[in-house]
């Protein structure tokens, strides 16, 4: 006996809103939002300008549901248009941007890797949650968006290089390449945190 | 070599607990829903039309593309065609000379005024009328293309 392929849950909703149902498109709006708002947000460093991006990003692809054809996956589709409405929206700022973060959840305590890295007489373990917040996000906010997107896809979410090369339409090549450059240059930013590693 | 890239991946990956208020996607939802509403109020029907045109267009971009550019072609030349017959009717209209400025800032009751002469419509097809007295014509031979039967 074949085995049945597992249905995409997306599928029905997309068909669903592409025959009117505003319910099922609001169905993919709870789904993606938690993932998407994390996408948007770690690449401004800004909650209001996330918060903002996000409502365009869902504006956008309702209005445009009707020309989805389902070659690609609903999830690879919204994710690029919320990388590039972002990058978009980071060129149009430039430097001119202030810090709006979110607060480190505590469970951060319970991390294994921030265990880790805090275990060690390590700089993280000296340093306050909250610097340690502030400096991430200033050494991201010096990456240009390209490379921040694929730091935060990457790093931060821990999508795989063929899946971010989807999203991006760039070969996993590039992908790699730009990964490799931006941590080159988050190692020159965050320097000060592997110095009692060496010592 | 290999030890640093892990390093900054690890440290990057505590970005993952900076996460906003617990009720904050709770929210998200209807403030999408109010905005969306009011957005698709202000919204310029092109702008609707351009979104759905490039979702359209990003897959099947070469066969959209040639009805796009078939659509385009149509409606060119039916934009000529019209602009065409509009030509293509004359009005002929006598122009109405202007009036002295001077002269209509003088006027009071007492003037006595000499009317220009009005603008007259000219039609090309219009018969010339004649005022003298009618006349009937009974025609011998009533009018016909056909040819004559007699030999």
């Known amino acids: 006996m074949a ?3 597992p249905v995409n849950p997306d ?98 305590q319970n991390d294994k890797e921030f265990i880790e890295l805090t275990a060690t007489a390590s700089p993280v373990r000296q340093a306050d949650l909250g610097e340690l917040q502030l400096k991430l996000n200033e050494a991201m906010g010096k990456l240009s968006p390209e490379h921040r997107a694929v730091v ?45 590693r060496k010592k | 070599m290999q030890e640093e890239p892990d390093y900054i991946t690890k440290l990057l990956r505590l970005k993952r607990f900076e996460q906003p208020e617990p009720e904050y996607f709770e929210n998200f939802l209807k403030e999408f829903q109010a905005r969306q509403r009011g957005q698709m109020l202000r919204e310029p029907a092109w702008r609707i ?34 602009i065409n017959i509009r030509e293509s009717r004359p009005v002929e209209m006598a122009a109405v000379p202007p009036r002295p400025a001077a002269q209509v800032a003088s006027l009071n009751l007492n003037t006595q005024v000499q009317l220009p002469d009005l603008p007259t419509f000219v039609r090309r097809t219009a018969p010339t009328a004649s005022f003298s007295a009618p006349r009937y014509v009974m025609d011998t031979r009533p009018v016909s293309y056909e040819p004559p039967s007699s030999f």
């Open chain 2, 49 to 82: 039309g351009w979104d759905r045109l490039c979702a359209f267009f990003g897959e099947n971009l070469p066969v959209r593309l040639g009805y796009g550019l078939a659509y385009g072609a149509v409606l060119v030349a039916a934009t000529i065609a019209s």
């Open chain 1, 11 to 108: 599928i029905e909703l997309v068909s669903r809103t592409q025959a009117g149902d505003a319910r099922a498109f609001d169905e993919l709006v709870v789904k993606y939002s938690p993932r998407l708002y994390g996408l948007v947000y770690n690449m401004t460093s800004n909650h209001e300008d996330a918060n903002d991006l996000l409502q365009e990003v869902f504006a956008k692809a309702y209005r445009s549901i009707s020309g989805f054809r389902g070659k690609s996956s609903f999830y690879t589709w919204i994710h690029s248009i919320a990388v590039n409405m972002t990058i978009n929206f980071l060129k149009k700022r430039g430097r001119r941007f202030q810090m709006s973060l979110d607060d480190v959840d505590l469970n951060i």
């Open chain 1, 3 to 5: 085995e049945q392929a």
């Open chain 1, 152 to 196: 935060t896809m990457f790093d931060i979410q821990g999508m795989p290089h063929a899946e971010i090369s989807k999203i991006l339409g760039v070969s996993e090549g590039t992908i790699r390449s730009r990964l490799f450059y931006a941590h080159r240059q988050l190692q020159a930013h965050l320097d000060e945190f592997r110095e009692f």
